[in-house]
C-alpha cells in the first residue's frame, strides 16, 4: 500500500514545533493527490492547516499507532523516523520510568538522575544465561550478549560507551564491569574482579571534577580490557587512557572544579598523616577555588577520601605509594600558591622567603634557588652564546601552570601504570572485553583544541559504528534468503579525511607548530587557503578567529586561539632540567624517562594514550594532535579486532531533574550519537520485522475460515498477507520472518482496529437487541398480570348483593348446631365404651402382676443354687489354671537345667580346644629336632668337602656306588611316596573321625534325654572302665613319647651312617664286599616291605574291630568307617600314632555317649515322675470333680424333689433336673475314659522304661567285653609295634637324605596344622548347628506335650537385632549403601530398608555393649553416606533415597534411645526394644547436619531442572487459548519460528516435573512433613523466579498476561488438592505472584482504585508496585495505559507502607528445614533381609 494513502481520517502525524521539537496532529479530512492543504486538529482542540507543495508533496510523518508506542525497541515501531523515536522515548522515560530502550544494536539509556533499584545481584542473575529481547532492555543485557558471544565464538569483544558529560557514562562503564565481576567470579584467592571494580574509586578521584554539566564528569577517556582465562573467568585487566584534559588542572571555568582529588585531600588536612604536607582549606589555593565552587551537594570529600585509600591497599598499592602520590599532589597546589610579582617591564621575581615555594621545595627536593631562576627565566641558545632573558609576569606564570601540568599528567600515567600492574596476574589470556568510556560529541558556545579531537574521535567512532551497524543488516537478509540491495547511507570519511588526511587540519596544526614564532592566527589562514573548497569546512561570517567543520551530527564553529599552545605542550627545558635532579625519587623519574623513550611507531604500546612530552628545544617532538592521531588509531584497530556492543548515554535535561525530559536535548544527542543514523538505514528497506509465529497470532483476526483451517501456519501467513496488500514491493519473505517497509505494519494495525471495531459494533447490536427484547417481555408479562387482578375485581364487583349475603349467614348457622349435635352424641358413645374397656384391662393386668410375683419367689430359690454352683465351678477352673502356671514354671526350670548342661558340653569343646594346642606343641617340638637335623646335615656337607681330595682317588669306585645309591634313593623316593599316601590316608581318617563325631553329637543329642534315667545304677561300673580306659591311654601316649625317642635315635643312627660313609671311602678295597652288602640289605629290604604290608593290614583289621567293637552299639555304621581307614597300610609311627589317636578319640566318644545316655535318662526319668504326678494329680481333681458333682446332682435332687412336693406344676425344673442328670453321666464316662487311657498309657511307659533299662544292661555288658577285648588287643599291639621299631631303625639306617624328608614332613605338618584349625571353625559351626537341632528338638518335645496337655507355652521370638563380625562392616555399608540403587524393587517395596537394617546391627552392637564396634558402624554409614551424596550430588533420585533413608535412621535413633519425649507412642514391644547401654545423641545431630545438607542439595537438584520450565510454562505458554496476542518485538528478539525444533514448556510440564518429584520422594518413603517442606520450596522458587521475570519484561505486563497467570495458579492450587499437600501452604508463597497478576487486571483510574490496591496488595513493596504500574502494556487499542498522575497518587499512599525497597525477590531464598519426630510403626523383629541385598553374612537374633 503506499505511504500517501494511509494520511486518511482519524489517522495522526508528527508537525514541527519550536518548543517541544514535534507535536502531534490528527487528520481532519483524507488527503488527495493534489491537495495543497492538509486540514489537522491540534492537541489542544485548534484546527492547523499544513500546508503542502501539490507537485511535490512533502506530507509530515506520520505517528505509530498507540499499540506500537513503548516498545522495548525503537526498531519494531512502524514508522521508523525521528519524532517516532523521540515520543517513544519519553514515554518509556516518563510515564513508564524505563530509562534503558533499545534501537536495533544500540542500547540508549537515559539518565534518570535518580537512584534506581535495577542494579542488585538479583538482576544481574536474572539477565545471567538470558538472551538478548527475552528481557527488558538493561546494560546488563548488553554485557551478557558480550560475555556469551565471547564464550560462543570465542572472539573479543568491545562495549563502547558514549555521550555527553552528565549522561551517564561513566556509571554504565562501571556496571557493565560489575556485571562482569559477579557473572565470572574466579573463586582465585587474588579476587581479581574486586580489583578491577576498586580501579574506579581510584581513576574517578584523579580523572573526574565538576563541570557545569554534571558532579562527575570523567576529563578522559578510557578503554578497560578485561581478560579472561579459558574458562572465562576474570584474570586481569589493562587500562588505557586518552586526552586528559590538564588545563583543568590550572584553570576552572565558573561554578566547576579542579580534580576530585584536590579536595579530598584538603578535607584531610587535619588528619596526622597529611600534617607534613602542610594543606589548607580547598579556598585557600589558587587551584582549587578558581571556579567558586569547592563542594559539592551530597557528596562527602573525606569519606571519598577514606574510600580511596581503601582501594589503593585493595589494589596492592601501599601507604609508601600513597604518601609519594599525595606528595605530588600537595606539591601542586602549593605550586599554585606561589607568587610571581612583576618587576617592572619585561621582568618578574619570586620571594623566596615564599611559604608555599618552600613547602614545594621540601615535598618535592627541588633547589629553591633553581626554581626561583627558571621561573622568572628564559635561556636562549644562540650560534655563538648563550643568552639568559628575563621574562615577563604572563610567561612566568605560563610556565608555573605548564610545569603544574606536566607533573599532574605524569602522575596520571604513573598510577595508571600501577593500577594496570596491580590488576595483573600470572595467566594467560585467552579472551577480553573491553569496556570503552569515552567523551560523546561535543559543541559548545566556544569551542577549543579539546572539542576538536573530542569530535574527532567520535566522528572515528561514527564511522566504525556505521560499517558495523550495514554489516549487520547484511548479514540479516542473507540469513532470511532476501535479495539485498545496496543501501545510501551517510558516510563520514570525508569529514575524518578533512582532519587527518595529508595537508588536513591536524597536518597543517604539526607544521606550524615547528615554527618557533608560528601563531593561532597564521594557522588559521593556511587552513583557509588550503581548505577553503572542501564543502565541509567553512569560514564564518563574522569572525576571522574560529573556523567551522560540518560533523555527522551538527555543525561546530571552533575557536583557534590556543589550538598552538595545546597542541605543542610545552615545557620550559630549564625547569625540566630542575625537576630531573629532583632529591624525590619518583618525581625525578618522571622526567628520567623522556630519555629513554623512542618516537612513536607502529609498534608502540600504550599504557595511557597520552604519552610522554619531549624537551622543548628539540624541534623535532611528537605534538598533542599527532599522539592522539596514533593512540586513536591503535583504539580503532583494536575495536575493528573485537565483535563492538553500543551504549549510547542520554542527559534528557541540564537542570539534572528526575524523570524530567527536554525534547530539544534530548534529539540533539540522539542525532549526536549515531542512534537516528541506525533508524535511517534500518528504515531504507525493510525496517518492520514478524516471525510467522508472532504475525499469525496478531492477524488472525483478519483471516477467513478456510485460511485458519489450513495446518501450515507459514503458507497462511503468506496467503493471508497478499491478500491484504497488494503490492508485493511492501513486503518480503524470510525464511523465519516477514520483512515489512515502513507504515506496512500500521496499515495492518488499521485494517485489525477495523475489523475489531466492526466486530464490537455487531456484538452491541446483538447485545443491545436481546436486551431490549428481554425488557419488552417483561413489560407485557406485567401487563397481562395486572390485566387479570383488575379484570377478577371487576366480576367480583358485579356478582356480589345484600340478599345474597343474608341467605349465606342463614346458612351458617343452622349448620353449626347442627354439627354440634352431632358432636355430643358421638362423645357420649366413645366415652361409655373407653369405661367399660378399661375396666376388663385393669382386671387383667392385675391378675398377671399376681402370677409374676409367685413366679419371682420360686426362680429366686432356683437361682441361689445355680449360682453357688457357678462360682464352685470358676474356683475348680481357676485352679486348673493355677495348676498349668505351675507346670510351664517347672518346664522353664527344665529348660534352665538344658541350658547349664550346654554349658558343660561348652566346655568339653574348651577341653578338645586345649588338647589341640598340646597338640600344636609337640608339633613344635618336631620343629625344633628338624632343626637340627639340617644342622647335622650341613656339618655333614663341610665333612664331604675337607673329603673331597681322598675321593679323587676312588672316583671309579664312588662313581658304581653312586649308581646302587641312585637305585636305593628311587626305591626311598618310592617309600616316601607310599608314606605320603598313609598320612593322606590317615588325614582323611581323621576328617571322617571328626565328621562321625559331629554325626554322634546329633545322634547323642537325640538319645541323651532317653539313656539317661536307665544309666545311674551302672554308674560307678562305667566309671571304673573309663578310669581304665584313661590308663591305657595314657600309657599308649607314654609309648608314643618313647616312639619320639627313638625317632631321635634315628637320628643319631644316621650320623653313624654318616661316619661310616667317610671310613668307606678311605677303604677303598672293601667295596665288593659293601656291594654283597647292600644286595642283602636290598632283599632284607623287600623281606620287610612285605612284613609291613601284612602287618598293616592285621593291625588296620584289629583296629576296625575294636574301634566297632567300642562304638558298634552306640553310633552309625558311616561314623565307624571314618573313624577307621580304609586301604592306607602303617609303615611309620606316625601311622601307629594316628591309630591310638583314633583309638583314645573312640573311648572319649564312649565315655560322651555314656555320659550324656545317662544325663538323658536321668532327665527322661524325672520328665517321665512329672508327668505321671501330674497325671496323678489330674485324677484326683477329676476325682474330687466327680465327687463334688455327684453331690451336687444329690443336692439338686433333693431340692427338685421339694420343689415337685411344693409346686408340680412346674414343668420346667424337670426338664433342668433331666439335663443335669444327662450331664452327670456324660460326665461319668468321660471320667472312665480318662481313667481308661491314664493306666494305659503308664503301663506303655512303664514297659518302655523297662525296655530301655534291660537294652542298656546289655549294652553295658556289651561294653565290658568290648573293654576287655580292647586290653588284649593293645598288647598284641605293643608287640608289633616293638617289631615294627626294630624294623624301622634298619631301615632308617638305608636313609642317607633324611633331612629333606624332615623337611616336607615339616610343611606337611603346618598345613595338618591350618587344616586342623579350619577343622576347629567347622566344629564351632557345627556346635551352633547342634544347638540349633537341639532347639528345634525341643520345639517339637514340647509341642507334643502341649498336645498331650492343656499347658501354655511362651513361643520365642526374633529380637529385632542382626548379628554381624568385625571384618564383614566394610561389606555392609559397601552392600547396603554405597552398591545400593534406589531403583530396586525390594527397596522401593520397603521404604526405609536401609535405615531399618542399620539401626538394627547398631542394637546388636549395643546389646553386646561393644562401643568401639558401635562407634566405628556409625561413622563408617556417615562415612559412606556423604560419599554417595557426593559422587551423585546431581542425580535426584539418589538424594530423595539417601534424604528419606537418613532421615528415617535419625528418627530410628530417636525412638528408641529411651528418652521418655520419644517413646510416648512406642508400643511395650517398641520400648522394650531401646538401647540400653550407649547415648547416640552426638551421632544423632551429625545425622541431622547430614539431612540438612543432602536437603539442601536435594532442593538445589529440583531447583536446577525445574527453573527452565518456570517461565515459558508460566508467562509465555497461554494456557487460556485465544486470549493474548503477540507484538512485534523489534532486531534484538531472537529469531525462532515456528518450524525451528525447540522444546517448548507449558504448565502441564511444571506439574509434571512436580508429580515425578512427588512421586519419587513418595516411593522412597519420604515422611509427609519433608515433603511439604521441599513442595514448598519449589512453590516459591516458581513464584519468585515468575515474578522477577514479568518486572524485567514490559511485554509480559498486560491484562491478559494477569488472566493467564491467575489461571496458571489455579492449576498448582489443583495439584496441590489433587496430592493432598494443602496443609504444606505452598499456596502462599504465590500471593505476591497473584497480587501481581491481579494488579495487572484490576481497573487503574480512581482513587478508589488505588486505595483498593494498597490494601490488596500486602506481599509487594512499594517498589514492585510502582513497577507494575509504569510497565503495565496495553495488548490493544481498547486497553488504556496507566495515567502517571494515578501513578503518584499510589505512590503518596505508598509512602508510609514499610518493608523491602528490592525489585526482585531472592529466588536463593531457602525456608528453614526442620526434621520432627515421626515414630515408626514398623516392628524391627518383624522385617527380614532381602536375598537380593546380598547380606548372607547377617544374622537375625
Given at each position: 500500500m503506499a505511504l500517501l494513502e494511509l494520511y486518511t481520517e482519524y489517522n495522526r502525524v508528527w508537525i514541527p514545533d519550536a518548543h517541544h521539537v514535534w507535536k502531534s496532529a490528527e487528520i481532519m479530512r483524507d488527503f488527495h493527490i493534489g491537495d495543497n492543504v492538509l486540514e489537522l486538529l491540534l492537541e489542544d482542540g485548534t484546527e492547523h492547516y499544513y500546508s503542502v507543495d501539490s507537485s511535490n508533496p512533502q506530507l509530515p510523518p506520520l505517528r505509530n499507532p498507540d499499540i506500537l508506542v513503548g516498545e522495548n525497541d525503537l526498531t519494531a515501531l512502524s514508522y521508523l523516523h525521528e519524532p517516532a523515536v523521540l515520543h517513544n522515548l519519553k514515554v518509556r522515560f516518563v510515564e513508564s520510568k524505563i530509562i534503558y530502550t533499545y534501537c536495533g544494536i544500540i542500547l540508549v539509556a537515559v539518565n534518570p538522575y535518580k537512584q534506581l533499584h535495577i542494579y542488585g545481584d538479583a538482576i544481574i542473575h536474572a539477565y545471567s544465561g538470558q538472551n538478548m529481547g527475552d528481557m527488558d532492555p538493561h546494560i546488563f543485557a548488553v554485557a551478557e550478549e558480550a560475555y556469551k558471544q565471547m564464550a560462543r565464538n570465542h572472539k573479543n569483544q568491545s562495549i563502547i560507551v558514549s555521550g555527553e558529560s552528565g549522561a551517564g557514562k561513566t556509571v554504565s562503564a562501571r556496571y557493565a564491569m560489575r556485571y562482569f565481576a559477579v557473572v565470572s567470579k574466579s573463586g582465585s584467592k587474588t579476587r581479581v574482579e574486586d580489583k578491577v571494580l576498586a580501579s574506579n574509586p581510584v581513576t574517578e578521584a584523579i580523572g573526574n571534577a565538576k563541570t557545569t554539566r554534571n558532579d562527575n564528569s570523567s576529563r578522559f577517556g578510557k578503554y578497560t580490557e578485561i581478560s579472561f582465562d579459558r574458562r572465562y573467568q576474570i584474570i586481569g585487566a589493562n587500562m588505557r587512557t586518552y586526552l586528559l584534559e590538564k588545563s583543568r588542572v590550572v584553570f576552572q571555568a565558573e561554578n566547576e572544579r579542579n580534580y576530585h582529588i584536590f579536595y579530598q585531600m584538603c578535607s584531610c588536612a587535619d588528619l596526622p598523616e597529611f600534617k607534613h604536607l602542610r594543606l589548607l582549606s580547598a579556598d585557600k589555593f589558587c587551584y582549587t577555588c578558581m571556579g567558586g565552587e569547592i563542594s559539592i551537594e551530597g557528596v562527602d570529600d573525606k569519606k571519598d577520601m577514606e574510600e580511596t585509600r581503601r582501594t589503593f591497599t585493595l589494589l596492592g598499592l601501599k601507604e609508601d605509594f600513597q604518601s609519594d602520590v599525595f606528595k605530588v599532589l600537595a606539591g601542586i597546589l602549593h605550586l599554585g600558591n606561589v607568587e610571581i610579582r612583576s618587576g617592572g617591564g619585561e621582568k618578574s621575581s619570586v620571594s623566596s622567603s615564599d611559604p608555599h615555594l618552600a613547602a614545594f621545595c621540601e615535598l618535592l627536593g627541588v633547589s629553591a634557588e633553581g626554581l626561583v631562576r627558571w621561573l622568572c627565566h628564559r635561556r636562549i641558545v644562540l650560534v655563538a652564546e648563550t643568552v639568559v632573558k628575563p621574562m615577563p609576569k604572563k610567561r612566568a606564570v605560563n610556565a608555573r601552570d605548564a610545569l603544574a601540568k606536566q607533573i599532574y599528567a605524569h602522575l596520571f600515567d604513573f598510577v595508571i601504570h600501577k593500577i594496570n600492574a596491580a590488576l595483573q596476574v600470572p595467566g594467560k589470556q585467552h579472551a577480553f572485553i573491553g569496556v570503552l568510556d569515552i567523551y560523546g560529541f561535543e559543541t559548545f558556545d566556544i569551542n577549543s583544541f579539546e572539542q576538536f579531537c573530542i569530535n574527532y574521535a567520535n566522528e572515528k567512532l561514527q564511522q566504525q559504528f556505521n560499517l558495523h551497524v550495514f554489516k549487520l543488516e547484511q548479514e540479516e537478509y542473507m540469513k532470511e534468503d532476501i535479495p539485498w540491495t545496496l543501501i545510501d547511507f551517510y558516510d563520514n570519511q570525508p569529514v575524518i579525511d578533512l582532519i587527518e588526511a595529508k595537508m588536513g587540519i591536524l597536518d597543517l596544526l604539526d607544521e606550524e607548530c615547528l615554527f618557533p614564532q608560528g601563531t593561532d592566527q597564521n594557522w588559521l589562514q593556511k587552513l583557509y587557503n588550503y581548505l577553503h573548497a572542501n564543502p565541509l569546512f567553512e569560514k564564518p561570517r563574522l569572525s576571522n578567529e574560529a573556523f567551522v567543520i560540518q560533523h555527522f551530527a551538527d555543525k561546530v564553529e571552533y575557536q583557534c586561539k590556543g589550538f598552538l599552545e595545546k597542541n605543542r605542550d610545552a615545557l620550559y627545558e630549564e625547569l625540566v632540567d630542575i625537576i630531573r635532579i629532583s632529591k624525590f625519587p619518583l618525581l625525578a623519574n618522571f622526567f628520567q624517562e623522556e630519555e629513554q623513550s623512542t618516537p612513536t611507531g607502529k609498534n608502540f604500546k600504550v599504557k595511557a594514550a597520552r604519552p610522554a612530552v619531549k624537551p622543548a628545544n628539540k624541534q623535532l617532538r611528537t605534538s598533542v594532535g599527532d599522539k592522539f592521531r596514533s593512540s586513536l588509531y591503535l583504539l580503532m584497530e583494536t575495536l575493528n579486532a573485537t565483535t563492538p556492543h553500543y551504549v549510547r548515554c542520554i542527559k534528557p535535561n541540564d537542570e539534572k531533574l528526575p524523570f524530567e525530559y527536554d525534547s530539544r536535548r534530548v534529539v540533539q544527542q540522539l542525532r549526536a550519537c549515531g542512534v537516528l543514523e541506525t533508524i535511517h538505514i534500518s528504515a531504507q528497506s525493510y525496517p518492520s520485522r514478524w516471525t510467522y509465529i508472532e504475525f499469525y497470532?496478531?492477524?488472525?483476526?483478519?483471516?477467513?475460515?478456510?485460511?485458519?483451517?489450513?495446518?501450515?501456519?507459514?503458507?497462511?501467513?503468506?496467503?493471508?498477507?497478499?491478500?491484504?496488500?497488494?503490492?508485493?514491493?511492501?513486503?518480503?519473505?524470510?525464511?523465519?520472518?516477514?520483512?515489512?517497509?515502513?507504515?506496512?505494519?500500521?496499515?495492518?494495525?488499521k485494517l485489525r482496529l477495523d475489523r475489531l471495531r466492526g466486530a464490537c459494533v455487531t456484538i452491541q447490536k446483538h447485545v443491545r437487541g436481546w436486551s431490549q427484547r428481554r425488557k419488552y417481555r417483561r413489560m407485557r408479562e406485567a401487563a397481562i398480570v395486572l390485566q387479570q387482578y383488575i379484570r377478577g375485581k371487576r366480576q367480583i364487583r358485579k356478582t356480589v348483593s345484600a340478599a345474597t349475603l343474608k341467605r349465606g349467614w342463614a346458612a351458617l348457622v343452622i349448620q353449626r348446631y347442627w354439627k354440634g349435635y352431632r358432636m355430643r352424641q358421638i362423645y357420649q358413645l366413645v366415652r361409655l365404651a373407653s369405661i367399660t374397656i378399661q375396666a376388663f384391662t385393669r382386671g387383667c393386668i392385675a391378675r398377671k402382676r399376681y402370677k409374676k410375683m409367685v413366679e419371682e419367689n420360686k426362680v429366686l430359690v432356683l437361682q441361689k443354687y445355680t449360682r453357688a454352683w457357678l462360682a464352685r465351678r470358676r474356683f475348680q477352673t481357676m485352679r486348673r489354671l493355677v495348676l498349668n502356671v505351675q507346670l510351664s514354671y517347672r518346664v522353664q526350670q527344665l529348660r534352665k537345667k538344658i541350658e547349664e548342661q550346654n554349658k558343660e558340653n561348652r566346655g568339653l569343646v574348651?577341653?578338645?580346644?586345649?588338647?589341640?594346642?598340646?597338640?600344636?606343641?609337640?608339633?613344635?617340638?618336631?620343629?625344633?629336632?628338624?632343626?637340627?637335623?639340617?644342622?647335622?646335615?650341613?656339618?655333614?656337607?663341610?665333612?664331604?668337602?675337607?673329603?673331597?681330595?681322598?675321593?679323587?682317588?676312588?672316583?671309579?669306585a664312588i662313581t658304581q656306588l653312586q649308581k646302587e645309591k641312585d637305585t636305593l634313593t628311587l626305591d626311598k623316593q618310592n617309600l616316601e611316596k607310599k608314606f605320603d599316601a598313609s598320612t593322606k590316608e590317615a588325614k582323611d581318617s581323621f576328617d571322617q573321625i571328626k565328621r562321625s563325631l559331629q554325626e554322634e553329637k546329633e545322634n547323642e543329642a537325640r538319645l541323651r534325654k532317653i539313656a539317661e534315667n536307665n544309666i545311674e545304677i551302672q554308674r560307678q561300673d562305667h566309671e571304673k572302665e573309663v578310669e581304665a580306659l584313661k590308663e591305657e591311654t595314657r600309657r599308649l601316649k607314654e609309648e608314643r613319647v618313647g616312639l619320639q625317642r627313638q625317632i631321635k635315635e634315628g637320628g643319631q643312627v644316621n650320623s653313624d651312617l654318616q661316619e661310616q660313609v667317610i671310613q668307606l671311602t678311605k677303604h677303598v678295597k672293601v667295596i665288593p664286599e659293601l656291594r654283597k652288602d647292600l644286595h642283602n640289605v636290598q632283599t632284607q629290604r623287600n623281606n620287610m616291605d612285605r612284613k609291613m604290608k601284612e602287618q598293616s593290614g592285621q593291625a588296620r583289621a584289629k583296629m576296625n574291630e575294636i574301634t566297632r567293637q567300642l562304638l558298634g552299639g552306640v553310633v552309625e555304621e558311616e561314623v565307624l568307617s571314618g573313624l577307621t581307614p580304609d586301604d592306607s597300610a602303617i609303615y611309620e609311627v606316625e601311622d601307629l600314632l594316628t591309630a591310638f589317636d583314633g583309638l583314645h578319640k573312640a573311648t572319649r566318644v564312649l565315655e560322651n555317649h555314656q555320659r550324656e545316655q545317662k544325663e538323658s535318662y536321668e532327665s527322661q526319668v524325672e520328665g517321665l515322675k512329672l508327668k505321671v504326678d501330674h497325671l496323678q494329680n489330674e485324677n484326683n481333681q477329676l476325682k474330687n470333680l466327680f465327687q463334688e458333682k455327684s453331690n451336687m446332682n444329690d443336692s439338686i435332687r433333693q431340692e427338685v424333689s421339694r420343689l415337685t412336693s411344693e409346686n408340680s406344676a412346674i414343668p420346667e425344673l424337670k426338664l433342668q433336673v433331666s439335663e443335669l442328670q444327662r450331664q452327670k453321666q456324660e460326665l461319668e464316662v468321660h471320667v472312665g475314659e480318662q481313667t481308661r487311657e491314664l493306666a494305659d498309657k503308664t503301663e506303655e511307659i512303664t514297659n518302655v522304661l523297662q525296655k530301655k533299662v534291660e537294652e542298656e544292661s546289655s549294652q553295658r555288658r556289651h561294653f565290658e567285653q568290648q573293654a576287655e577285648e580292647l586290653e588284649e588287643e593293645g598288647r598284641e599291639l605293643q608287640g608289633r609295634v616293638e617289631e615294627l621299631e626294630e624294623q624301622n631303625e634298619h631301615l632308617k639306617r638305608q636313609h642317607l637324605t633324611e633331612s629333606e624328608t624332615k623337611t616336607r614332613l615339616n610343611q606337611e605338618a603346618s598345613r595338618l596344622t591350618a587344616e586342623n584349625m579350619d577343622f576347629e571353625e567347622q566344629l564351632d559351626k557345627k556346635d551352633r548347628l547342634i544347638k540349633k537341632l537341639q532347639n528345634q528338638i525341643k520345639s517339637l518335645e514340647t509341642s507334643q506335650k502341649a498336645k498331650q496337655t492343656p499347658a501354655t507355652t511362651i513361643p520365642k521370638d526374633y529380637l529385632g537385632m542382626l548379628e554381624y563380625k568385625r571384618e564383614d562392616e566394610s561389606r555392609l555399608v559397601q552392600n547396603i549403601i554405597l552398591e545400593l540403587k534406589p531403583k530396586g524393587v525390594v527397596v522401593n517395596m520397603i521404604p526405609g530398608l536401609p535405615a531399618n537394617l542399620l539401626f538394627m546391627c547398631v542394637r546388636h552392637a549395643d546389646y553386646l555393649n561393644d562401643g568401639t564396634k558401635l562407634k566405628s558402624l556409625m561413622n563408617a554409614t556417615i562415612s559412606a553416606v556423604k560419599k554417595v551424596i557426593m559422587e551423585h550430588q546431581k542425580d535426584f533420585e539418589v538424594l530423595s533415597f539417601w534424604l528419606s533413608n537418613t532421615y528415617h535412621l535419625l528418627n530410628c535413633l530417636k525412638q528408641y534411645s529411651g528418652e521418655e519425649e520419644f517413646m510416648k507412642q512406642n508400643t511395650p514391644r517398641q520400648n522394650k526394644n531401646c538401647l540400653q547401654n550407649f547415648d547416640l545423641s552426638e551421632h544423632r545431630q551429625i545425622l541431622s547436619d547430614l539431612a540438612i545438607r543432602i536437603y539442601h542439595l536435594f532442593i538445589t537438584v529440583m531447583e536446577k531442572t525445574l527453573t527452565p520450565t518456570i517461565v515459558p510454562g508460566m508467562l509465555e505458554h497461554e494456557s487460556l487459548q485465544g486470549i493474548s496476542s503477540m507484538k512485534p518485538t523489534g532486531f534484538r528478539k531472537r529469531s525462532s519460528s515456528i518450524y525451528e525444533d525447540s522444546e517448548t514448556y507449558t504448565i502441564s510440564s511444571i506439574l509434571q516435573q512436580l508429580s515425578l518429584f512427588h512421586s519419587t520422594m513418595s516411593q522412597h518413603g519420604m515422611e509427609q512433613g519433608l515433603i511439604r517442606q521441599a513442595v514448598k520450596q519449589l512453590f516459591f522458587l516458581v513464584g519468585a523466579t515468575t515474578l522477577n521475570n514479568m518486572m524485567l519484561r514490559k511485554d509480559m505486563c498486560s491484562c491478559r498476561k494477569g488472566m493467564q497467570i491467575r489461571c496458571n495458579i489455579s492449576y498448582l492450587d489443583e495439584w496441590l488438592k489433587e496430592k493432598e499437600l494443602q496443609s504444606s501452604n505452598a499456596?502462599?508463597?504465590?500471593?505476591?505472584?497473584?497480587?501481581?497478576?491481579?494488579?495487572?487486571?484490576?481497573?487503574?483510574?480512581?482513587?478508589?482504585?488505588?486505595?483498593?490496591?494498597?490494601?490488596t496488595c500486602t506481599e509487594l513493596n512499594s517498589v514492585q508496585i510502582v513497577k507494575i504500574l509504569n510497565s503495565y502494556t496495553p495488548i490493544d487499542d481498547f486497553e488504556k495505559r496507566v495515567p502517571s498522575s494515578f501513578v503518584r497518587k499510589v505512590q503518596s499512599l505508598l509512602q508510609d507502607h514499610e518493608g523491602s525497597t528490592q525489585l526482585m525477590l531472592d529466588t536463593q531464598y531457602r525456608f528453614q528445614v526442620t526434621f520432627p519426630f515421626c515414630p515408626s510403626s514398623q516392628a524391627l523383629e518383624l522385617l527380614q533381609v532381602p536375598s537380593s541385598l546380598h547380606l548372607g553374612f547377617l544374622t537375625r537374633i
Open positions: 497470532s496478531r492477524y488472525s483476526i483478519l483471516m477467513t475460515h478456510q485460511e485458519v483451517g489450513l495446518n501450515d501456519k507459514k503458507q497462511t501467513c503468506k496467503t493471508v498477507l497478499q491478500r491484504l496488500i497488494q503490492d508485493s514491493n511492501q513486503y518480503k519473505f524470510g525464511r523465519t520472518k516477514i520483512f515489512f517497509r515502513a507504515g506496512q505494519v500500521a496499515y495492518l494495525e574348651e577341653r578338645l580346644t586345649s588338647l589341640a594346642n598340646s597338640h600344636s606343641q609337640g608339633l613344635d617340638k618336631l620343629q625344633s629336632l628338624e632343626a637340627r637335623l639340617e644342622k647335622s646335615a650341613s656339618e655333614k656337607a663341610s665333612l664331604e668337602a675337607r673329603e673331597k681330595k681322598a675321593k679323587e682317588d676312588t672316583s671309579l499456596i502462599d508463597t504465590l500471593r505476591p505472584l497473584s497480587q501481581a497478576a491481579w494488579l495487572l487486571q484490576v481497573n487503574k483510574s480512581t482513587d478508589d482504585d488505588a486505595k483498593e490496591i494498597i490494601e
